[in-house]
């Protein structure tokens, strides 16, 4: 079944509505940190959150559809549960039979160009308080490969430097240095739009692994699937990359291969603040938008779990089933960031197969640093040790922040009788890869709690209201 509405970001304003799935703040918010401030209250609820009176500015922002499952299961309408599934079934009949982006003579996000551009008077959150800006960190990028014209898509966070220069943060290994850097062997920038309030096909055709989806593949194909029809684009004026049909911006940029400029610090998806340091610079070269657009931006955390981490799932999920027996359910951890812990569950019936589980999982999905495997009727063992009982009781009690369709259902009680038989209730294994240096839990605590105290998000704005009774 196609879900159109996933297409376009008023649609899903109407959806969520539609379902009582949104809280309007009327009241006045200010950009700087009050409204990620206030957002951050309805972190892990059933209902996003449109702020329609932002200081200084005509258009509303959007924030929190990601931020529960159980609110982007609606979204997609499909249990919760069945979500990793359903995204695993999308990528694999996208792998066997894509379909294409479709180019349109025009779309709303061309209904007005912007006579000068200014990123600085759009309505671009700063989350954090020691953040070094204001950032898109929801928008898609659409670029071509410079040898081959294979379009690829991804999301990076930018940060708004001025009117025409943004600083952008690409990890390594992504598809867009790869192009970076084979536009700079031919001497040239990397052209690309940057694509602001797209619904969540295009996010997680976006997020999709390179192990899922290699650079010679369109993987916005993958979008085309959680719509049920193909995606559509319009062209820019600029380059040859496209922009989202129907987005709320299409800002068209060059990615610059000889210049860099500093970028950061960015409260990130662990938590924790990345970095200040010399990342990509960006020149913004047009400005398209909606009459009356929608900015998206999300709330990084649990948003970015639910988001990556759905995409993770369904990778290592999709590779896990075609290698090995027994393979049931895979989840990416909130404790793990929704990054870089996995639980898999398997039904075990040789030794063996949640070793394989557990390799398979890593090559999956590179970033993992923990994965668990759990079977619902013994007990646990790691590498070359065993636990006792009293740890997986920890476990079964959520300690690994295991969903509850996934925990261990067996009572403590039993676990003695299931060791006798043999089974495998549940397998971890934590590598620690040459050159990986990982903070110790303690270290990990602390800078959370630092971070925490340092007033990471604005309360007065969240008080203020509060008195007033008018979210
Ligand atoms: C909300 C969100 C924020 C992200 N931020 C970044 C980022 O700042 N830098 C980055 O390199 N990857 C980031 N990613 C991950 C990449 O978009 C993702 O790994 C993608 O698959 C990379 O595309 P590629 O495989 O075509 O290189 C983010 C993903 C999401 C969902």
Same mark, same amino acid.
């Given at each position: 079944?196609?879900?159109?509405? #996933?297409?376009?970001?008023?649609?899903?304003?109407?959806? &969520?509505?539609?379902?009582?799935?949104?809280?309007?703040?009327?009241?006045?918010?200010?950009?700087?940190?009050? #409204?990620?401030?206030?957002?951050?209250?309805?972190?892990r609820g059933p209902r996003a959150v449109l702020f329609e009176n932002v200081?200084?500015?005509k258009a509303p922002v959007l924030i929190g559809s990601y931020w529960s499952?159980?609110?982007?299961?609606?979204?997609?309408?499909?249990?919760? %549960?069945? #979500?990793?599934?359903?995204?695993?079934?999308?990528? /694999?009949?996208? +792998?066997?039979?894509?379909?294409?982006?479709?180019?349109?003579?025009?779309?709303?996000? $061309?209904?007005?160009?912007? /006579?000068?551009?200014?990123?600085?008077?759009?309505?671009?959150?700063?989350?954090?308080?020691?953040?070094?800006?204001?950032?898109?960190?929801? @928008?898609?990028?659409?670029?071509?490969?410079?040898?081959?014209?294979?379009?690829?898509?991804?999301? +990076?966070?930018?940060?708004?430097?001025?009117?025409?220069?943004?600083?952008?943060?690409?990890?390594?290994?992504?598809?867009?240095?790869?192009?970076?850097?084979?536009?700079?062997?031919?001497?040239?920038? #990397?052209?690309?739009? &940057?694509?602001?309030?797209?619904? !969540?096909?295009?996010?997680?055709?976006?997020? =999709?692994?390179?192990?899922?989806?290699?650079?010679?593949?369109?993987?916005?194909?993958?979008?085309?699937?959680?719509?049920?029809?193909?995606?559509?684009?319009?062209?820019?004026?600029?380059?040859?990359?496209?922009?989202?049909?129907?987005?709320?911006?299409?800002?068209?940029?060059?990615?610059?291969?000889?210049?860099?400029?500093?970028?950061? !610090?960015?409260?990130?998806?662990?938590?924790?603040?990345?970095?200040?340091? @010399?990342?990509?610079?960006?020149?913004?070269? %047009?400005?398209?938008?909606?009459?009356? *657009?929608?900015?998206?931006?999300?709330?990084?955390?649990?948003?970015?779990?639910?988001?990556?981490?759905?995409?993770?799932?369904?990778?290592?999920?999709?590779?896990?089933?075609?290698?090995? *027996?027994?393979?049931?359910?895979?989840?990416?951890?909130?404790?793990?960031?929704?990054?870089?812990?996995?639980?898999?569950?398997?039904?075990?019936?040789?030794?063996?197969?949640?070793? +394989?589980?557990?390799?398979?999982?890593?090559?999956?999905?590179? !970033?993992?640093?923990?994965?668990?495997?759990?079977?619902?009727?013994?007990?646990?063992?790691?590498?070359?040790?065993?636990?006792?009982?009293?740890?997986? =009781?920890?476990?079964?009690?959520?300690?690994?922040?295991?969903?509850?369709?996934?925990?261990? $259902?067996?009572?403590?009680?039993?676990?003695?009788?299931?060791?006798?038989?043999?089974? &495998? $209730?549940?397998?971890?294994?934590?590598? @620690?890869?040459?050159?990986?240096?990982?903070?110790?839990?303690?270290?990990?605590? =602390?800078?959370?709690?630092?971070? $925490?105290? @340092?007033?990471?998000?604005?309360?007065?704005?969240?008080?203020?209201?509060?008195?007033?009774?008018?979210?």
């Amino acid at each position: 079944m196609g879900l159109e509405h #996933l297409k376009d970001i008023s649609a899903i304003i109407d959806d &969520l509505d539609a379902m009582g799935r949104l809280i309007r703040v009327k009241t006045e918010v200010d950009l700087n940190l009050d #409204l990620a401030g206030i957002a951050a209250e309805f972190e892990r609820g059933p209902r996003a959150v449109l702020f329609e009176n932002v200081k200084g500015q005509k258009a509303p922002v959007l924030i929190g559809s990601y931020w529960s499952r159980e609110l982007l299961g609606a979204l997609m309408r499909a249990p919760e %549960r069945d #979500l990793p599934a359903l995204v695993s079934k999308h990528i /694999k009949k996208w +792998q066997i039979d894509p379909v294409d982006p479709v180019v349109l003579e025009d779309g709303t996000v $061309r209904e007005v160009t912007e /006579k000068k551009v200014d990123v600085t008077k759009l309505p671009i959150p700063i989350h954090a308080t020691k953040d070094g800006g204001a950032y898109f960190d929801a @928008a898609m990028v659409i670029t071509k490969d410079p040898d081959t014209g294979v379009r690829n898509a991804s999301i +990076q966070r930018f940060q708004v430097i001025d009117k025409d220069t943004l600083a952008v943060n690409i990890d390594s290994g992504r598809h867009l240095e790869l192009y970076l850097e084979k536009a700079r062997k031919k001497g040239k920038h #990397l052209p690309f739009t &940057l694509n602001v309030g797209i619904g !969540p096909g295009f996010h997680f055709a976006s997020s =999709a692994p390179a192990e899922a989806a290699p650079p010679e593949k369109d993987e916005l194909g993958i979008a085309s699937e959680f719509h049920g029809e193909a995606v559509e684009l319009v062209a820019s004026d600029l380059s040859e990359s496209e922009m989202v049909a129907h987005a709320m911006y299409g800002l068209e940029c060059e990615l610059l291969s000889d210049q860099v400029h500093m970028e950061g !610090p960015f409260a990130e998806v662990t938590g924790c603040y990345a970095g200040h340091a @010399a990342r990509g610079m960006v020149k913004v070269k %047009r400005i398209h938008r909606r009459k009356n *657009p929608v900015m998206h931006t999300i709330l990084p955390g649990t948003e970015v779990h639910n988001s990556v981490g759905l995409l993770g799932e369904a990778n290592v999920l999709n590779l896990l089933q075609l290698q090995v *027996p027994g393979v049931k359910d895979v989840f990416f951890t909130h404790g793990g960031c929704g990054f870089y812990g996995a639980v898999v569950q398997i039904a075990q019936s040789r030794a063996g197969w949640a070793k +394989q589980a557990i390799l398979a999982a890593f090559v999956a999905f590179p !970033p993992l640093k923990t994965v668990t495997v759990v079977d619902d009727r013994e007990y646990l063992r790691s590498d070359g040790c065993r636990m006792g009982d009293d740890h997986a =009781a920890r476990l079964r009690q959520g300690g690994h922040d295991f969903p509850r369709y996934i925990r261990p $259902r067996a009572e403590p009680q039993l676990s003695g009788l299931s060791r006798q038989q043999g089974r &495998l $209730r549940c397998y971890t294994a934590l590598p @620690a890869p040459p050159g990986v240096r990982t903070g110790s839990n303690k270290e990990n605590v =602390a800078r959370r709690a630092r971070y $925490r105290d @340092a007033g990471h998000y604005s309360a007065e704005g969240l008080m203020a209201r509060n008195a007033n009774g008018d979210t």
